[in-house]
C-alpha cells in the first residue's frame, strides 16, 4: 500500500514594514505630519493635535511580530516642530521555531525640535528572538524623550524569561558626536539577566535617554531620590547635554507608576509646554 503523500509546508516569508514620518512647524499653525508613509505590520493612526504639538498613534496589530518580520521606523522633527510618538497597546515578539524579527529605528531631531517617543512594552514570548538597532541625531537646542519598555513574558501564561535572545544596539549623536552607545546581546539559556531576576523574578524593564539643552543642577540626584515602590532606579550623565534612566520594577503596574513619576520630572525640566495627553499615564499595563 502506497503511503499517503506528505504535505510539503512553504516556509513563511517574513513582512517588511514600517513608517517614515516627518514633521515641520508652520507659522500660525503648528507642527504638522506633513510626510508620512506606513506599511503593515505597523499601524498609523491619524495625527491629533494639541498647542503646537503634533502626536501620531504607532500600533502592531494584534498578531505582533513573526519570525523574519522586519519593522523599519524613521522619523524627523524638522526645526522648531514638536512631535510625539506613543503607542495604545502592547507589541508582542511571538514564538518562533527559528530566525528572529528586527525592529530598526531612526530619529533625527533638528534644532528647537522636541520629540517624545513613548511606547507600550515589547512582550517578549517564550522561544521569541528580537534584534534591535535604533540610532538618535540630535541637535545641540533640541530635546528628546526617548523610552523602551519590555516585558519578559506574557505574564497570564506564567512566562518568565522564556524568550530566546533580545539583542540591543542604541546609538545617539549629539551634533554629529556619538555621546551614548549600547551594544548588549541577552540570552537568558546561557544564564543571561540573572541579577535582573535576582532583584524582580518576574520584573519589567524601561530605558530613558532624555537630551536636553537645560543644564541638569540636581536633576540626577532628584531622580535617585524619588520614593519608588517595588521597583528600583539608576540615573547617569550624559557626556553632555543630557541623562540615562534605567528602571526595574516587580511588575508591569509597579512599573507604569515609576515612568509616570519619572516623566513628570523630566517635563518639568524642560520648561516647555507638553500637551496634556503627554502628561498622564497610560493604561496599557493594566
Same mark, same amino acid.
Request: aromatic share 8%; proline share 6%.
Given at each position: 500500500?502506497?503511503?499517503?503523500?506528505?504535505?510539503?509546508?512553504?516556509?513563511?516569508?517574513?513582512?517588511?514594514?514600517?513608517?517614515?514620518?516627518?514633521?515641520?512647524?508652520?507659522?500660525?499653525?503648528?507642527?504638522?505630519?506633513?510626510?508620512?508613509?506606513?506599511?503593515? $505590520?505597523?499601524?498609523? #493612526?491619524?495625527?491629533?493635535?494639541?498647542?503646537?504639538?503634533?502626536?501620531?498613534?504607532?500600533?502592531? $496589530?494584534?498578531? /505582533?511580530?513573526?519570525?523574519?518580520?522586519?519593522?523599519?521606523?524613521?522619523?524627523?522633527? +524638522?526645526?522648531?516642530?514638536? +512631535?510625539?510618538?506613543?503607542?495604545? =497597546?502592547?507589541?508582542?515578539?511571538?514564538?518562533?521555531?527559528?530566525?528572529?524579527?528586527?525592529?530598526?529605528?531612526?530619529?533625527?531631531?533638528?534644532? /528647537?525640535?522636541?520629540?517624545?517617543?513613548?511606547? =507600550?512594552?515589547?512582550?517578549?514570548?517564550?522561544?521569541?528572538?528580537?534584534?534591535?538597532?535604533?540610532?538618535?541625531?540630535? +541637535?545641540?537646542?533640541?530635546?528628546?524623550?526617548?523610552?523602551?519598555?519590555?516585558?519578559?513574558?506574557?505574564?497570564?501564561?506564567?512566562?518568565? !524569561? %522564556?524568550?530566546?535572545?533580545?539583542?540591543?544596539?542604541?546609538?545617539?549623536?549629539?551634533?554629529?558626536?556619538?555621546? #551614548?552607545?549600547?551594544?548588549?546581546?541577552?540570552?537568558?539559556?546561557?544564564?543571561?539577566? +540573572?541579577?535582573?531576576?535576582?532583584?524582580?523574578? %518576574?520584573?519589567?524593564?524601561?530605558?530613558?535617554?532624555?537630551?536636553?539643552? %537645560?543644564?541638569?543642577?540636581?536633576?540626577?540626584?532628584?531622580?535617585?531620590?524619588?520614593?519608588?515602590?517595588?521597583?528600583?532606579?539608576? #540615573?547617569?550623565?550624559?557626556?553632555?547635554?543630557?541623562?540615562?534612566?534605567?528602571?526595574?520594577?516587580?511588575?508591569?503596574?509597579?512599573?507604569?507608576?515609576?515612568? !509616570?513619576?519619572?516623566?513628570?520630572?523630566?517635563?518639568?525640566?524642560?520648561?516647555?509646554?507638553?500637551?496634556? #495627553?503627554?502628561?498622564?499615564?497610560?493604561?496599557?499595563?493594566?
Amino acid at each position: 500500500m502506497t503511503p499517503p503523500p506528505t504535505e510539503h509546508q512553504t516556509p513563511r516569508t517574513g513582512v517588511l514594514g514600517g513608517a517614515r514620518l516627518t514633521y515641520t512647524h508652520r507659522d500660525a499653525v503648528g507642527t504638522r505630519l506633513t510626510d508620512q508613509w506606513v506599511r503593515p $505590520p505597523l499601524h498609523l #493612526a491619524k495625527a491629533y493635535h494639541q498647542g503646537d504639538w503634533a502626536i501620531s498613534l504607532l500600533t502592531s $496589530p494584534t498578531a /505582533g511580530l513573526l519570525d523574519e518580520d522586519r519593522l523599519e521606523v524613521s522619523a524627523t522633527v +524638522a526645526a522648531g516642530a514638536n +512631535a510625539a510618538l506613543i503607542s495604545p =497597546a502592547a507589541c508582542r515578539v511571538h514564538t518562533m521555531n527559528s530566525g528572529y524579527a528586527q525592529v530598526d529605528q531612526q530619529y533625527i531631531v533638528e534644532s /528647537g525640535a522636541v520629540l517624545d517617543v513613548w511606547p =507600550a512594552p515589547l512582550i517578549l514570548q517564550k522561544q521569541a528572538a528580537l534584534r534591535q538597532t535604533t540610532r538618535l541625531d540630535v +541637535a545641540a537646542d533640541a530635546t528628546v524623550l526617548l523610552c523602551e519598555v519590555v516585558s519578559p513574558g506574557r505574564a497570564a501564561f506564567g512566562e518568565c !524569561f %522564556e524568550f530566546s535572545e533580545w539583542t540591543s544596539k542604541l546609538r545617539i549623536y549629539r551634533e554629529g558626536k556619538l555621546l #551614548a552607545y549600547e551594544n548588549f546581546s541577552c540570552v537568558p539559556a546561557n544564564g543571561d539577566l +540573572a541579577d535582573w531576576r535576582e532583584v524582580y523574578p %518576574e520584573g519589567n524593564y524601561a530605558s530613558f535617554y532624555f537630551l536636553t539643552p %537645560e543644564p541638569l543642577g540636581e536633576l540626577v540626584q532628584t531622580l535617585h531620590d524619588l520614593k519608588v515602590d517595588h521597583a528600583v532606579l539608576g #540615573a547617569s550623565p550624559l557626556r553632555v547635554g543630557g541623562l540615562g534612566v534605567k528602571i526595574l520594577a516587580k511588575d508591569g503596574v509597579s512599573l507604569r507608576k515609576v515612568i !509616570f513619576s519619572v516623566r513628570n520630572l523630566l517635563i518639568a525640566h524642560t520648561k516647555l509646554d507638553f500637551p496634556h #495627553a503627554l502628561q498622564r499615564a497610560q493604561t496599557f499595563f493594566n
